[in-house]
């Protein structure tokens, strides 16, 4: 029989591989989560995450120089306050701790660019991403807060905001506060698919949160649902998010998919704590060659549509590209 396809031909030589290598990944695209708590002198590692640490305003900017060597652009804070409340005001005061990590970020390491991630949950005693109204979050009372957290970010320095508390509206009602404050430049990455996930587990940990109770299944979208993501994303487009989001990443990679085809704006996803904690969990215990994993993982997200990738690995990552590993 002769054979007049062979596939293999564009296999046989690594130059060749390396030429005609669909998915193409860049350090400029991944988003490092760094985790900023009030205090002073500040280095904490975090029990869940290995590898990964809590730091304070004071000592942030090493982690900042660490990243800006190994070639990563773009920083995302989470913060964790010492005081928390009903109505999370912490998360929008002038001196809350992202607005100070913003302020020490852009006079240590002002070439990066800075992301807010905008949300109530690790800033109210009872954990949830909103303000409590008998057994559920008041949708519509926690909107202003929320505008009112973006645009305090963005005065502290922040050059993006990214909010995740998932509830309806908050894209209008921060693009609009964003605009009145005369921040019409500031773009908004919307966590518009994002899921009641168990992945987030590690994250509790990571960020101060071990007061929540119950669930967020009332804001977060049922893991289940296909048609319901992409009802998010048009609704976050129509109000004027700049980037979509889908979170988590791994599980939920025909979301990413289906999203890449039917917007015209970046798609970014997360690769969220779980997923990262599983990956190192397994790697120390010499059940999976962990830098192999990672290659892959990270790769397949960027294959199933991603263009942007906020993830605990992206040192590693970084660093694999510079070995031509990945990318």
Known sequence: MELTKRPRRLRMDGRVRDMIRETRISKKSLIYPIFVEEGEKVIREIE????????????????????????IQNIMFFGIPKHKDECGSQAYHDHGIIQEAMRAAKKAVPELLYIGDVCMCEYTS?????????????????????????VSQV?????????????????????????EAGYIDTPIMSYAAKYASAFYGPFRDAAGSDNFKGNRKTYQMDWHNRREALKEVDTDLEEGADIIMVKPALSYMDIIRETRDRVNVPVA????????????????????????????????????????????FAKEIAEMIDEGRIG
């Open 155 to 179: 005065a502290a320095g922040a050059d993006m905001v990214a909010p995740s508390d998932m509830m309806d509206g908050r894209v209008a009602a921060i693009r609009k506060a964003l605009d």
């Open 48 to 71: 869940t995450m290995p590898g990964q640490k809590r730091y304070s305003p004071d000592t942030l900017p090493y982690a900042l120089e660490e990243a800006a060597k190994a070639g």
């Open 126 to 150: 009872h954990g949830h991403c909103g303000i409590i109204k008998g057994d559920s979050v008041d949708n519509d009372k926690t909107l202003p807060l929320l505008a009112k957290t973006a």
């Open 269 to 312: 996803a997360y690769s969220v704590s779980g997923e990262y904690a599983m990956i190192k969990a397994a790697g120390a215990q010499g059940m999976i060659d962990e830098k192999a994993i990672i290659a892959e993982t990270t790769t397949s997200i960027y294959r199933a549509g991603a263009e942007i990738l906020i993830t605990y």
